[in-house]
């Protein structure tokens, strides 16, 4: 049945990608993203070329577990677990204080967010799962909702969400129309913000809680970037096809995650049907990469930071003031032109 439902959608983004004259099903996305086609062809060209690096780290994972082999239900399996818990309290000291040693703005921006009650904070009945931050217009403050219990994890989410929230106050001048920006820079401030805590807590944990943070930032990483190109290595074997059995979806999921995890992971059977789980494929064809652009701009971004870059902070709040309306080509001009 959802077989069935796929190729329908699948289908009408077809149709209406003719009747609007694209040349292909990725071209609308690419639009409301302010991507070109090339760009986007040489970001999932240089992530494909460079998947040998998720091979190495399952490999070496594997071997850290004591496993003679590493099935798809073990690649999140945790090397070492950081037990500390984390009261909401202490994760907001944390949170402003890395804030705080990278910018005042940031800082002000997410102790008003504390003050004011900006957070909706713990699960309770009836509570929708996960976290986002909502930018709703200029005249209201952005609204954030977590999950938070107590976990390392969740001072990331709370430190991502935060990101949001600062970017989507500093956008709100900008206008209702305008203040929101294309997909490809949205997670920008979310990845920077979950560095710098990064950073910070690497510096105040254990060798063994250093392991786990490692491993689970490598993971994270993996996920935004790899797994998001091999989502749309998917999506684009899909849409260039005519109507797909359900035996054809699941061997082309599978073949696309291999190609990913090589001989490092084995991928069973039932891992087959996971392209059954992914909302964006219904939702909102060809989505993915997004995650993808925003992942290896932080990671730029963030060298360019670590590095002493000049004005760093002004030109990133410039970013965060105005990507709203920009592209990646006027954030490269930001960190390469005089400012004056």
């Known amino acids: 049945l959802f077989a069935f439902i796929y190729n329908q959608i699948k289908k009408d983004w077809q149709i209406e990608c003719e009747l609007r004259g694209y040349l292909s099903a990725e071209a609308p996305r690419h639009i409301s993203n302010k991507a070109s086609q090339k760009s986007v062809d040489a970001l999932i060209e240089s992530v494909n070329s460079s998947m040998d690096i998720v091979k190495e780290y399952y490999n070496i994972k594997r071997k850290l577990l004591g496993y003679d082999k590493l099935y ?8 070492k677990s950081i037990n500390r818990r984390f009261s909401f309290d202490e994760a907001k000291d944390i949170v402003l204080e890395c804030f705080k040693n990278f910018s005042p703005i940031f800082y002000d921006i997410a102790k ?6 900006w957070i909706d904070v713990y699960p309770k009945e009836n509570k929708r799962g996960g976290a986002f931050s909502h930018g709703a217009t200029p005249k209201a403050h952005p609204y954030v909702m977590l999950n938070y219990t107590d976990q390392i994890r969740d001072v990331f989410t709370l430190a991502h969400e935060l990101g949001h929230a600062i970017h989507q106050y500093l956008a709100r001048e900008a206008g209702y129309l305008n203040q929101h920006t294309p997909l490809t820079t949205a997670e920008t401030a979310s990845i920077f913000a979950e560095m710098l805590l990064f950073e910070y807590m690497k510096n105040r944990l ?10 689970n930032k490598l993971e994270d990483i993996f996920a935004t970037l790899y797994r998001q190109i091999v989502f749309t290595n998917f999506e684009r074997r899909v849409h260039s096809s005519e109507e797909l059995s359900k035996e054809e979806f699941n061997t082309i999921w599978q073949e696309e995650n291999q190609k990913m995890f090589g001989n490092s992971v084995i991928l069973t059977s039932n891992y087959k049907i996971w392209w059954s789980y992914i909302p964006h494929f ?17 990671v730029s971004l963030y060298g360019l930071y670590k590095n002493g870059f000049e004005d760093f ?5 410039m970013v965060q003031t105005y990507n709203h309306g920009t592209n990646l080509i006027m954030i490269y001009a930001i960190f390469s032109k005089n400012l004056e």
């Open 72 to 79: 798809d239900y073990d690649r999140y399996a945790p090397l």
């Open 112 to 117: 008003k967010a504390f003050e004011e009650r």
């Open 206 to 215: 254990n060798k063994e809680e250093l392991i786990s943070l490692y491993a």
């Open 282 to 298: 219904i939702n909102s064809p060809f989505y993915c990469y997004s995650y993808s652009y925003a992942q290896l701009l932080v």
């Open 313 to 317: 902070e002004n030109r990133y709040i």
